[in-house]
């Protein structure tokens, strides 16, 4: 199988294509940069992809996006955010829904905070959009992945929990407090993490570039947590001491509206789809998954 990765570079993107290599199958690594530079692929920002870009591919994952833990969110950061996601994909899909042949399959990232914050609500792919500037984001960025199946690609899109890899920024900033002897909750604790270990994202991705399934699937570890659950599994599995507690208001302070949407938004979501299609994975748990990561 042939299959074009958008955002190649970055953490899933780059993993996803020495898997698919790994297998036999051919990863082409899309290039994004500026209109006429010699070796850029596409320039979505300006409407332009390159002809023959993706042609004779038989699938296509689409991993664009700026990182949404990056900055505050100024009106200006915000816009790059959603022009990064929604605009990238409107500018995809038109592109492969005029080509002959076209992909047999799409696979887009999306990402858990369509939900928004939810309490202890349990959160399967058939729940509500939630409310707040990641959901709104994201319902618009799915409404353009979407119309790749009304083109008639078969089009999924995953979304994804926070990811857990020993280079991904996020994990990084979870970890560093416990390694300085600092580590401890945010706020009560009690706000529902959605997450999932690198290797299992990309497996799931897989999984869903080889099956059927269209629409949007929860790509997160079946065993939730709450952000105490995580506290005690990295000060175990770390050896450190875990007692310390961040007020919210302090990080509202830190980080701006970033820290209600990110840091302290409870999402206690459920992988019901992938399940249900027989999805495996390999590190169900959390507490294992640091291990496993952090070598504990």
């Known amino acids: 199988m042939k299959v074009a990765i958008t955002g190649s570079s970055g953490l899933v993107g780059r993993a996803l294509a020495s898997a698919l290599e ?100 349990t959160l399967t792919e058939a729940s509500a959009r939630g409310e707040g500037f990641l959901a709104d984001m994201t319902a ?40 300085l002897g600092a580590g401890g909750r945010l706020g009560s604790g009690r706000q529902w993490m959605p997450w999932v270990t690198l290797d299992d994202a990309v497996a799931a991705t897989m999984h869903l570039l080889d099956g059927e399934a269209t629409g949007p699937v929860n790509v997160v570890a079946p065993v939730a947590i709450t952000n105490a659950d995580l506290t005690r599994s990295l000060g175990r599995v770390m050896r450190r001491p875990a007692f310390m507690m961040v007020p919210r208001f302090a990080m509202r302070l830190a980080l701006g509206e970033l820290a209600d949407a990110l840091l302290f938004a409870s999402q206690r979501v459920v992988p019901e789809r992938l399940a249900a299609d027989g999805f495996e994975f390999s590190q169900p748990e959390v507490e294992g998954a640091l291990r496993s990561l952090l070598r504990g």
């Open 140 to 179: 618009d960025w799915e409404a353009e992945a979407e119309k790749g199946n009304a083109a008639g690609i078969p089009t999924a899109m995953a979304r994804y929990g926070v990811v857990f890899d020993g280079d991904a920024p996020a994990f990084k900033r979870l970890a560093l407090p416990f390694r």
């Open 22 to 121: 790994e297998r036999g199958d051919e990863a082409v690594r899309v290039v994004r940069g500026a209109f006429g530079v010699d070796g850029v692929d596409w320039a979505p920002g300006e409407g332009w992809v390159r002809e023959g870009a993706f042609e004779g591919c038989d699938a296509v994952v689409h991993l664009s996006g700026a990182s949404v833990g990056e900055g505050r969110w100024t009106p200006a950061r915000k816009a790059e955010l959603r022009s990064s996601r929604i605009d990238t994909t409107r500018v995809l899909v038109e592109h492969l829904a005029g080509l002959d042949p076209k992909p047999r399959r799409l696979v887009t990232a999306s990402a858990v905070g369509f939900y928004g914050d939810r309490g202890d609500d």
